[in-house]
Structure formats: C-alpha cells, structure tokens
Nanobody
Framework: QVQLVESGGGLVQAGGSLRLSCAAS????????MGWFRQAPGKEREFVTA???????RYADSVKGRFTISRDNGKNTVYLQMNSLKPEDTAVYYC??????????????????WGQGTQVTVSS
C-alpha cells in the first residue's frame, strides 16, 4: 500500500516553469514505477511521463523536451519539472504508482495508486 500526495501546482504565465512533487508513504517506494498523468476540463485523463525503478523514462510526445521526470528514492519523492509551459498544459496533474516496477508504462490501468491531483494553470 502506498499513499501519494502531490504539491507544487499553481498559476504561471506561458513560457514559465513549475516543479511538481509527489511524496509517497511507505518503505518500498524504490520498487514502484511512477507516472504523471493529467486531465483537462472536458477531456480524458492522459499520460504525461513515467519513470521505472531503474530511472528509465518515457514521455508523451506533447511534453518531450519540455518536461523532465526524476525520482529521489531516499526522499520517497518523484518530481516533474515543467519548462516552456503552454496554455494547453493546463490541467489537473496526478501522480501514480505502479507495482510493475521495471516498466515506465503509459497505460493508466497499470497504476494501482493515485494521488489527489494538483491544479496547473498556464495563462496566455
């Protein structure tokens, strides 16, 4: 069992940056793959990025080159650094954990644990 708490969301102008954090409870954080998903109003939840236990990463095409996922197993935390933000990045961002630790999966069904979400709003 793992509990996830996101932080770091907010309002930023287009072209700006934000860093999201996701703190996980439990002593087995390093054995989970971690992912970030987002959901904009009126749209389905979509994959943003993921990182395996060995720090293998995967990114959605829409964020490649702008977003960076990283993890600090000593702090039980995964980060999402978001640069060059665009208005279309506006969404609620969710952190998720998967027991398929070797996989940086893009499928939400592979993730069994989810945070409550944090709002990111990018103004034009």
């Amino acid at each position: 069992q793992v509990q996830l708490v996101e932080s770091g969301g907010g309002l930023v102008q287009a072209g700006g940056s934000l860093r999201l954090s996701c703190a996980a409870s439990g002593r087995t954080f390093s054995t989970y793959a971690m992912g970030w998903f987002r959901q904009a109003p009126g749209k389905e939840r979509e994959f943003v990025t993921a990182i395996s236990w060995s720090s293998m990463t995967r990114y959605a095409d829409s964020v490649k080159g702008r977003f960076t996922i990283s993890r600090d197993n000593g702090k039980n935390t995964v980060y999402l650094q978001m640069n060059s933000l665009k208005p279309e990045d506006t969404a609620v961002y969710y952190c998720a954990a998967s027991t398929k630790s070797y996989y940086s999966s893009s499928q939400s069904s592979d993730y069994g644990y989810w945070g409550q979400g944090t709002q990111v709003t990018v103004s034009s």
